[in-house]
Each structure stands twice: as structure tokens, then as C-alpha cells.
T-cell receptor
Framework: GESVGLHLPTLSVQEGDNSIINCAYSNSASDYFIWYKQESGKGPQFIIDIRSNMDKRQGQRVTVLLNKTVKHLSLQIAATQPGDSAVYFCAENGKTGGGNKLTFGTGTQLKVEL | EPEVTQTPSHQVTQMGQEVILRCVPISNHLYFYWYRQILGQKVEFLVSFYNNEISEKSEIFDDQFSVERPDGSNFTLKIRSTKLEDSAMYFC????????????FGNGTRLTVT
């Protein structure tokens, strides 16, 4: 049958507010997770990663939280700026110790309103 | 900051023709990958490559696809006989280690098969 493009969930935030983007991952054996940002016409850009032996990791203006019990990952962006507008993908490595065959999530469109 | 570069940015080809997509990975990286993204869909793994061999490939990467590192800097993806459904963004990526390290992506080649 005809393939249908995914309808991306959208998060709209005001400039200066904090953003929280959520991701449910599928493989309980995954032990490495990455958040990527993708701007229109560009490739995925690495933001932050986390290993399964951690539940929180902070970067510059970004924090990733990992809840292995419910297989949930979130990305928090502090003081969101217009330049943060993009599609955000979580990715998992799919298996313990598992190489870099990443499985990407469907993505969330972040829109920053002035 | 070093980056992965891909050429061409856009390739239009007729069904049945061969195409070669080119990539220059980050110079001190040893692990190379191709991913693709059909318009509006997830980023999907195609193949990983190390030490002049395919490390892992997905079910998408059938006999029509091949990869090569023809010299010390380039990494190519060849599609032998393109089909309409091969139309997608193709992303090259590289990483310094095979496990649990972020992949660095290029900006992609948009392949349009007519």
C-alpha cells in the first residue's frame, strides 16, 4: 500500500521558557542513548548522550534524563532560544554493548515562539 | 570543528541507473555508516563499515547496495539499479569507536529517482 509520512508531534514554547521533549524507546537491551537535533535540510546534529548506568546527564543548557524502568528518555532545554527550533530525535543502540547501529525515534518538532 | 562532508547535495537519476554517493568522514574516525531518511519518515540504518569490511547491515541494504572506501579519505555508497523507492536523503556518518560513541552525520545527499 501507499506509505504515509509520519505526523510529527509538535512542541511550541515561548522564547526563554524551558522545553521538555520526551521519547519512549523500545529495546530494554539498549544501553546507550543519544539525542540529535535536525534542522531543515541538514543532517542530525549530536546534542547529548547517556549510558544506561546513568539516569541524568547535563550539558550546556541541555539535560537528558533516563528512566530504564519505563523505557523513557527526555531532553530538557533551558531558556529555549529561536535557534533551538528543529526536529529532535532520540536514538538507541538496540543491544547491550551494542555498536553504533542506532534506532531512531519518530522525532518531535520544537517551535520557539518569540 | 571537523565535520563529515557529502557530495553531491542533490542527485537526480532515472530509474535503473547507477548512482554513487560520496562522503568524506572525519579524518581520525575509523567507523563509517550510511543511514537514510525517506521524506517524513524516521532515519534508518543501512550499513556500518570498519577496516574495509561491512560490520553490520540492515535488511534494506540488499544486493543493489554496496559500500567502498576507495582511498584514505572517501567512503562511498553505490546503488546499482535505482528504484523509485530509493528516493530519500542519504546520510553518511562516522565515529571514533564502534560502541557507545556519538555518530557525526553529514548534511546528506538528496536522491531523487524519476
Amino acid at each position: 500500500g501507499e506509505s504515509v509520512g509520519l505526523h510529527l508531534p509538535t512542541l511550541s514554547v515561548q522564547e526563554g521558557d524551558n522545553s521538555i521533549i520526551n521519547c519512549a524507546y523500545s529495546n530494554s537491551a539498549s544501553d546507550y542513548f543519544i539525542w540529535y537535533k535536525q534542522e531543515s535540510g541538514k543532517g542530525p546534529q549530536f546534542i547529548i548522550d547517556i549510558r544506561s548506568n546513568m539516569d541524568k546527564r547535563q550539558g550546556q543548557r541541555v539535560t537528558v534524563l533516563l528512566n530504564k524502568t519505563v523505557k523513557h528518555l527526555s531532553l530538557q532545554i533551558a531558556a529555549t532560544q529561536p535557534g533551538d527550533s528543529a526536529v529532535y530525535f532520540c536514538a538507541e543502540n538496540g543491544k547491550t554493548g551494542g555498536g553504533n547501529k542506532l534506532t531512531f525515534g519518530t522525532g518531535t518538532q520544537l517551535k520557539v515562539e518569540l | 570543528e571537523p565535520e563529515v562532508t557529502q557530495t553531491p547535495s542533490h542527485q537526480v537519476t532515472q530509474m535503473g541507473q547507477e548512482v554513487i554517493l560520496r562522503c568524506v568522514p572525519i579524518s581520525n574516525h575509523l567507523y563509517f555508516y550510511w543511514y537514510r531518511q525517506i521524506l517524513g519518515q524516521k532515519v534508518e540504518f543501512l550499513v556500518s563499515f570498519y577496516n574495509n569490511e561491512i560490520s553490520e547491515k540492515s535488511e534494506i541494504f540488499d544486493d543493489q547496495f554496496s559500500v567502498e572506501r576507495p582511498d584514505g579519505s572517501n567512503f562511498t555508497l553505490k546503488i546499482r539499479s535505482t528504484k523509485l523507492e530509493d528516493s530519500a536523503m542519504y546520510f553518511c556518518a562516522s565515529s571514533p569507536t564502534p560502541n557507545n560513541s556519538p555518530l557525526h552525520f553529514g548534511n546528506g545527499t538528496r536522491l531523487t529517482v524519476t
